[in-house]
């Protein structure tokens, strides 16, 4: 059997503890799948006395993560530290100019610095695996980086924040508060250390740049993805779009058009038909539209311990399978020196349609002036409804406020914006006006 593959570990929070789990509890399985053993030689963590409820003995700790990676004897440094600068870039820099395999679960490294690392790690001949980044447990780097290559990739979107989709699931199936949810959701060790990463839809929008870099072989382009969060959806929007057969999810979506490539996140409105619509909980979904495949959807676990360190494992057992000197596949499915510039789209028509919420006074007139400014926008309307509002609580009004419910055929965003804008230079608007995109999947 070949020499054991050594392993440093920087980061030992919910996913680093299940990593080094699962390493010790399944170190003769490994050892025989990939021909020879893994061993956990040096960790970093910032809290070296914690007890995380596996045996650290005989490991050697190291003070910084830059430590780890400069100066322990190791094959593969594993970051699980998290944030695009700071400690984490600087060791995963010195690892990989120190000619070591590299494996991270960092989106936000790899959105901002990605194409830099995979320059450095093609240069050095050594693996940069990311596949927890993205998806949590769905091996949806795999697919694009590898499995589909020769497909022209059309259209990849999906749930990629477990946390976001836990929220939405509760909220809406159980009516639990937006503040209660969140909360859970950092308890089960799903949400960011800022999660308001999570919630506004930055992290989503980390994990769509990347694969976006991947589908399209094009430069990461993470300041050009148009960016909206869950933090403004009530249940009365959870609510109506039940009533009108549709489920709120918040999705990446990223697509190659004529002009160039769209990239957006934000809460959308998707058929509660659709497969895409019945992923619950922390379960994340990718769809890959491509042309020789067609439709592909993954769904899997998207946060957590286990599912995370399921792909960190997998991505060190690649590295332990690999044979020195040979060919690495490039990190980003094109080698990083030729992946295309990055072309933003124009502002297209944006075919699922919108739903449109508007807190309107009960005064006549108002649900034709609603219909004629819409018209004006040459904006076609699947239908309009008016309910009188609940009152009370989840900023409902009181008295005689109604709420007007819009749902438009495809139509241009910029349409959308100039009728909203005019309705609200209206004097019968009691509350900001709501608006969710539609999206519509192909098949499934
Ligand atoms: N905070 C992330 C989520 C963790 O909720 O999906 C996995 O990337």
Redesign the pocket.
């Known amino acids: 059997m070949a020499d054991a593959l050594k392993v440093g570990i920087a980061g030992l929070g919910t996913v680093g503890a299940s990593l080094v789990r699962i390493l010790q509890t399944r170190a003769g399985e490994l050892a025989t799948t990939c021909g020879r053993a893994i061993i956990i030689t040096a960790v970093s963590a910032r809290d070296r006395s914690r007890d995380r409820g596996v045996d650290m003995s005989g490991i050697t700790w190291f003070d910084t993560p830059e430590q780890l990676a400069s100066e322990a004897d190791i094959d593969v440094f594993v970051e699980l530290i998290g944030g695009a600068e700071g400690p984490a870039a600087r060791s995963v820099r010195a690892a990989l100019e120190r000619g070591l395999h590299v494996v991270t ?1 960092n ?1 936000a490294l790899l959105a901002a610095s990605g194409v830099e690392l995979a320059k450095i790690a093609e240069e050095r001949g050594v693996l940069l695996n990311f596949e ?5 447990g769905i091996p949806v780097i795999k697919a694009l980086r590898e499995s589909l290559t020769g497909n022209t990739v059309s259209r990849v979107y999906g749930i ?7 929220i939405l699931t509760r909220m809406e199936k159980e009516g639990l508060s937006f503040a209660d949810c969140l909360k859970e ?1 950092q308890r089960l060790g ?3 250390a800022d ?1 308001t ?2 919630i506004e839809g930055n ?2 929008a980390h ?1 769509l740049a990347i694969l976006t870099t991947l589908a399209f072989g094009t430069q990461l382009a993470p300041e050009q993805i148009y960016l909206e969060g869950i933090s403004n959806i009530s249940i009365e929007d959870i609510h109506a779009a039940a009533d009108l057969g549709y489920r709120i999810k918040l999705l990446g979506v990223a697509l190659r058009t004529e002009t160039g490539i769209e990239q957006r996140v934000h809460p959308t409105m998707v058929p509660r038909d659709s497969v895409i619509a019945q992923v619950d909980g ?1 379960t ?1 979904a990718v769809a890959i539209e491509s042309d020789i495949l067609g439709e592909l959807l993954m769904v899997g676990p ?3 311990g286990n ?2 360190a399921s792909s960190v494992l997998g991505d060190i057992a690649d590295i332990a399978k690999s044979r020195p000197g040979a060919q690495q596949v490039p990190v980003l499915g094109t080698p990083a020196a030729a992946l295309a510039p990055y072309r933003q789209a124009e502002m297209q028509s944006h075919e699922g349609g919108y739903f449109i919420r508007l807190a309107v006074a009960d005064r006549t007139g108002v649900f034709a002036s609603v219909a004629t400014r819409m018209a004006e926008n040459g904006i076609s309307l699947e239908s309009i409804v008016q309910r009188a509002r609940p009152g009370g609580a989840d900023g409902a009004v009181k008295g005689e406020a109604k709420t007007i419910i819009l749902v438009t055929h495809a139509t241009m965003e910029v349409s959308v914006r100039k009728a909203v804008d005019a309705i609200k230079a209206e004097s019968y608007l009691v509350g900001e006006p709501q608006v969710i995109r539609i999206e519509r999947p192909k098949d499934l």
Not at 132 to 136: D, P, T
């Open positions: 679960a989106k927890a980044a993205v998806a949590g990629m924040n477990g946390t976001c989709n836990y959701a799903y949400a960011e999660p990463f999570d992290d989503t994990k922390v994340n998207g946060a957590g599912a995370t």
